[in-house]
């Protein structure tokens, strides 16, 4: 996870494989509803 969406912002640590709701996106990253961290959409999978 991170504070913004890309890799210039600070690592924020880590999430769990489970079910998330993106509440916005930029570009690749999608900004987590649950702590609004940021995440890296190519590594996860939409359902």
Excluded: C, E, H, V
Aim: hydrophobic fraction near 30%.
């Amino acid at each position: 996870m991170r504070s913004g969406p890309g890799i210039l912002y600070a690592r924020k640590g880590y999430i769990k494989p489970g079910t998330y709701t993106i509440k916005a996106t930029n570009g690749d990253w999608g900004q987590l509803k649950s702590n609004g961290y940021w995440i890296k959409l190519s590594y996860t999978k939409k359902i």
